[in-house]
C-alpha cells in the first residue's frame, strides 16, 4: 500500500530530489526525509493520514479505517469502522512467539497463540460456532448446539477446562462428554429425555431435564423434583436443598480446616449465614451481624442500622438508605450527608465527595504503588500514580479542551479539543479523536519532542540532534531543518531555499 501511495503521488507531483516533499496544505501534503527516514502524506486533512518512521508505520481515514504498528512494542493494529472489524497482533508476555485476533461485527472471532509449549488457534462464530486446536494440536469443533467433536484437546471456548476435553455428540440423539463442566463423564440419550453424569465417587441421572433426577455414590446422594425441591448431600463435604425454588434453600459446606459455612433462605421471610468467622441474620423487618471486630444491627431493613467496633468500643449509625451515616471505628471512618458530602477513610484507602457526582476523589494504597484519582464532572480529571521506588505518572484532563500525561522519566504527551472524556482507550483515540487535532505534542526526558498544531499547520520537531520547524498553508510553506530555510509558494510553483552552501530556485516544482 505505501509503494502505490509513494509512486502514484510522485508521478503525479512531479516531484524533485531538492525538495522531498510538496504540500498544499490542508488539501494535500507530501514529505519524505532521508535524515530521519520519515514519510507523510495527508489528503484533505484530517480525513486521510499516512506516515512511517523507522520501521513503523500508522494511516488512518477516521472512523472508516486505520492501521498503526508500533515497532517499540512490536504490536498491530487494524481498524474498520471500530469497533465493527478489529484485528490485533502483539508479542506474547511468556516469553517468545506471538498472540493475534481479529473480531468482525462481535460475533465472528479468530484468535491464535504461538509460544513454545503452549499454542492455539480458535475460531468462534457467536454463538452458532466453534472450532479451534491446542498446543498438541488437538482440534475441537462445535456447531452449537447440535454436533459437538474433541479429542484430549484444550478447549478455551465455550466451556473452558483445565484438563483436556473428549466429547462426540450429535443432540438431541446422543452425546458423549468427558471432562466437560468438571466432570468426569456425560452421556446424553435423546435429550432431555436421559442424561447420566459421572465422576469417581458419585453417578447423578437426569429424567427430561432439569425436571426429574437422583444420585447415588460414594457417600453421595441426591434426589430433584423442580421446581419443587431438590437435595443433594456429599458426606463430610457438603449439604444441598432448595425448595419453591428460587425462593428457599439451605447451604452446608464443611471447609479444609474443619469449619462449617451455613447459609438458608426463604426469600423474602428470613436469611441467614454462619461461618467460623461471621454469623448474620435478617427477618424482614430485624437484621443483625457479628464479625471478631464488630457488631450490627438495623430496622425497618435499610432504613436504620447502627454498629459497634471490637475491642476499641467506636461507633456508627445510618439512616434513611445511608443518606445520613456516622462511623467511627478501629479501622474505617465514615461521615456522610448524601448527596452534599461525604468522607471515608481504612487502613489503605481514602475517599471523599461533594455534591455527588460532582467532585470526587480517592486515594488506594496497593502496596508497590499508590493511585489517586480526582474528579470534578464532566469538566477535569485528575489521576496519579506514584511508585514505591520513586517512579510517578500523572495525567490531567480538562475536557473538552486539553488532557495531559506527565512521567518521572521526563516523558510527556498533551492533546486538546477531545472528544472522549476519558484518556486510556488507544482505539478510540486512534479512530475519533484524529478529527480534532488542534494541538498534541510529546516528548521524553532527553530533549526529543514533537509540538503540532493542526498537524502541519505548525509543526517543531527535535529528535536525536534533527531540528525541524515548519509552517504548512495551502498558498504559502516555510521550513527550517537547522541551518536550512526554505520558503514555497503553493506547495513549489515557486520556491527559495537558503543553506550555508548557497541560494537556490525552483518553479513549477522544477530546480534552477
Known amino acids: ?134 498446543k498438541n494440536n488437538h482440534r475441537h469443533m462445535i456447531l452449537f448446539p447440535f454436533f459437538w467433536y474433541a479429542q484430549d484437546a484444550y478447549v478455551y471456548l465455550p466451556f473452558p477446562s483445565t484438563k483436556p476435553q473428549s466429547y462426540f455428540a450429535f443432540l438431541p440423539f446422543f452425546g458423549d462428554f468427558r471432562n466437560l463442566g468438571g466432570n468426569d463423564r456425560i452421556l446424553t440419550l435423546l435429550w432431555p429425555l436421559f442424561i447420566r ?100 444491627w438495623g430496622i425497618l431493613g435499610p432504613f436504620f442500622s447502627t454498629v459497634r467496633y471490637k475491642p476499641a ?50 486515594t488506594d494504597d496497593f502496596g508497590a504503588y499508590t493511585y489517586s484519582r480526582s474528579y470534578l464532572f464532566p469538566f477535569y480529571i485528575a489521576r496519579d500514580m506514584e511508585w514505591q521506588d520513586g517512579r510517578w505518572e500523572k495525567r490531567r484532563v480538562v475536557f473538552p479542551f486539553f488532557g495531559s500525561v506527565r512521567k518521572s522519566d521526563g516523558s510527556w504527551k498533551t492533546s486538546s479539543m477531545r472528544l472522549f472524556y476519558y484518556d486510556t482507550a488507544d482505539a478510540i483515540d486512534r479512530n475519533w479523536s484524529s478529527l480534532l487535532p488542534v494541538y498534541r505534542s510529546d516528548g521524553d526526558g532527553r530533549g526529543n519532542f514533537s509540538t503540532r498544531v493542526f498537524e502541519k499547520l505548525y509543526h517543531r520537531e527535535v529528535r536525536n540532534g534533527y531540528d525541524l520547524m515548519e509552517v504548512n498553508t495551502l498558498i504559502f510553506q516555510w521550513k527550517r531543518t537547522g541551518e536550512v530555510r526554505e520558503y514555497n509558494l503553493l506547495g513549489g510553483v515557486f520556491g527559495l531555499k537558503k543553506s550555508p552552501e548557497g541560494t537556490s530556485l525552483k518553479i513549477f516544482f522544477l530546480p534552477l
Open 1 to 134: 500500500m505505501r509503494r502505490y501511495i509513494l509512486t502514484s503521488l510522485g508521478l503525479f507531483f512531479l516531484m524533485n530530489a531538492w525538495a522531498g516533499e510538496v504540500s498544499f496544505f490542508p488539501a494535500f501534503s507530501f514529505q519524505h526525509d532521508a535524515t530521519t527516514s520519515l514519510t507523510e502524506v495527508n489528503l484533505a486533512f484530517p480525513f486521510f493520514h499516512f506516515s512511517s518512521r523507522d520501521g513503523g508505520a500508522e494511516a488512518r481515514v477516521p472512523i472508516l479505517f486505520s492501521y498503526k504498528k508500533d515497532v517499540s512494542t512490536g504490536k498491530i493494529f487494524w481498524d474498520l469502522v471500530w469497533p465493527l472489524f478489529t484485528y490485533r497482533c502483539k508479542p506474547s508476555m511468556e516469553g517468545g512467539g506471538t498472540r493475534s485476533q481479529y473480531i468482525f461485527a462481535f460475533l465472528f472471532s479468530q484468535s491464535s497463540r504461538d509460544v513454545q509449549d503452549d499454542s492455539y488457534r480458535k475460531w468462534t462464530f457467536f454463538p452458532f460456532f466453534y472450532t479451534g486446536s491446542d
Open 313 to 362: 468500643g467506636g461507633r456508627g449509625y445510618s439512616l434513611l438508605l445511608s443518606i445520613l451515616k456516622y462511623e467511627n471505628g478501629d479501622d474505617e471512618k465514615v461521615r456522610q450527608f448524601f448527596p452534599l458530602f461525604g468522607y471515608r477513610t481504612r487502613p489503605k484507602q481514602v475517599f471523599y465527595y461533594f455534591l455527588w457526582p460532582v467532585f470526587r476523589h480517592k
Open 197 to 296: 453424569v459421572s465422576n469417581p465417587s458419585n453417578q447423578k441421572y437426569h429424567f427430561l431435564w432439569p425436571f426429574f433426577a437422583y444420585g447415588k455414590g460414594d457417600g453421595y446422594n441426591a434426589l430433584k423434583m423442580w421446581p419443587l425441591f431438590s437435595y443433594a448431600r456429599k458426606e463430610g463435604e457438603y449439604t444441598r436443598l432448595n425448595y419453591i425454588w428460587p425462593l428457599g434453600y439451605h447451604r452446608r459446606t464443611i471447609l479444609k480446616d474443619g469449619g462449617v459455612r451455613a447459609f438458608d433462605m426463604l426469600f423474602p421471610l428470613f436469611l441467614r449465614q454462619r461461618t467460623p468467622t461471621e454469623k448474620w441474620d435478617y427477618y424482614l423487618l430485624y437484621g443483625r451481624r457479628e464479625t471478631p471486630k464488630r457488631s450490627q
